[in-house]
């Protein structure tokens, strides 16, 4: 129902974009609260005018700015919205980093099924699949002018990993971060006695 409220929205408003909130429930990226966020105002972003009025209204929210054309899609149900990579950007700008990294992750590791051909583990292992994997976060960022809100997303970027295979793998991640905790080795595998597993987080050195 969001989505077709969103969907209203754009048949009423050519020339806005579903952003934010609505961009990443169209496009599966992971939200604190999915329920929350599908129940609130539909997000949507449009070029600044001289006649620009009030932003809120019942139902839906508008965000005011420039939008690269490589920074929109229009998807299959004909909702025109925000890349995955720009949606997880605008979404960390307005979220603590333990959130913004759920997206970011989710972003990054879309990106890297694309480049890899599958979300296969043999490939976790090949630095530039890795690397490729954030090119469309890191051009998104660089459409950031203001440098505090940058710095934000410098730290946010030093984080994330596509090798992270849950919201709550990233949630943890973006919290250890916090707590000054060292950075763990990603989806490591580790030999036992009943076998090869592969572990979220291992930290070598304290065994």
Do not use: I
Not at 85 to 98: E, G, K, Q
Request: proline share 8%; aromatic share 4%.
């Amino acid at each position: 129902m969001h989505l077709l409220r969103a969907l209203a929205e754009q048949v009423a408003a050519p020339n806005r974009v579903a952003s934010h909130d609505t961009a990443a429930l169209a496009h599966g990226l992971p939200l604190l609260s999915t329920r929350l966020s599908a129940a609130g105002p539909v997000h949507l972003t449009r070029p600044r005018s001289s006649s620009d009025r009030s932003r809120v209204a019942p139902g839906r929210r508008l965000h005011l700015g420039g939008l690269p054309q490589h920074h929109v899609v229009t998807l299959p149900s004909a909702l025109v919205a925000t890349t995955p990579a720009r949606t997880a950007v605008d979404l960390a700008l307005a979220l603590p980093l333990p959130a913004g990294l759920m997206s970011a992750d989710a972003a990054a590791r879309a990106e890297f099924e694309e480049v890899a051909g599958s979300l296969a583990r043999r490939h976790y292992g090949n630095p530039r699949l890795r690397s490729a994997a954030l090119v469309p976060l890191r051009e998104a960022v660089e459409h950031v002018k203001d440098s505090g809100r940058r710095a934000h997303l410098s730290t946010l970027m030093g984080l994330v990993d596509p090798r992270r295979e849950s919201p709550l793998e990233s949630f943890s991640s973006g919290h250890m971060h916090l707590a000054g905790l060292p950075p763990p080795v990603l989806q490591a595998q580790v030999r036992t006695g009943a076998g090869v597993y592969a572990v979220d987080y291992l930290w070598e050195e304290f065994g």
